[in-house]
C-alpha cells in the first residue's frame, strides 16, 4: 500500500477517497482516530492518511488530486450576478447560478 494523501481535516480526506472512488480507485484510511495522541506526538504524525490499495493506480490518483486542489484555489466570477466566488463552489453562493 501507498500513502497518496495526508491532512489535517478528517472531512478533507474522506473527500479526497469518495472522489478517487468515483474514478474506481480503492483507497483505505488510517489514523482516523488518532487526535487524541496529539501533544504527546508531533501534530503531523496523528493527521489522517489515504493509502491505496493498488500501487498501480497512483500516477491516475495523484493526477485527481492535483486537478482537486488546483480547482479549489481557481477563483470564478458568475455569469449571472457577477459575484466572485470561491473555486471549491459549483454554484454561485450570491444568486445560486450553476458555475459554467
Not at 478517487?20 to 488518532?34: C, G, V
Not at 488530486?65 to 450570491?94: H, M, P, R, V
Request: proline share 3%; charged share 25%.
Amino acid at each position: 500500500m501507498t500513502k497518496i494523501y495526508t491532512h489535517p481535516n478528517l472531512y478533507q480526506v474522506v473527500n479526497i477517497q469518495n472522489l478517487l472512488q468515483l474514478k474506481h480507485i480503492q483507497t483505505s484510511i488510517r489514523n482516523e482516530y488518532a487526535s487524541g495522541g496529539s501533544g504527546e506526538l508531533a501534530p503531523q504524525d496523528v493527521w489522517p492518511e489515504l493509502w491505496l490499495s493498488d500501487e498501480r493506480d497512483e500516477t491516475l490518483a495523484k493526477s485527481v488530486i492535483e486537478q482537486i486542489e488546483l480547482k479549489a484555489t481557481q477563483e470564478w466570477f458568475c455569469n449571472q450576478c457577477g459575484e466572485k466566488n470561491a473555486g471549491s463552489f459549483d454554484y454561485c453562493w450570491q444568486c445560486e447560478a450553476e458555475q459554467k
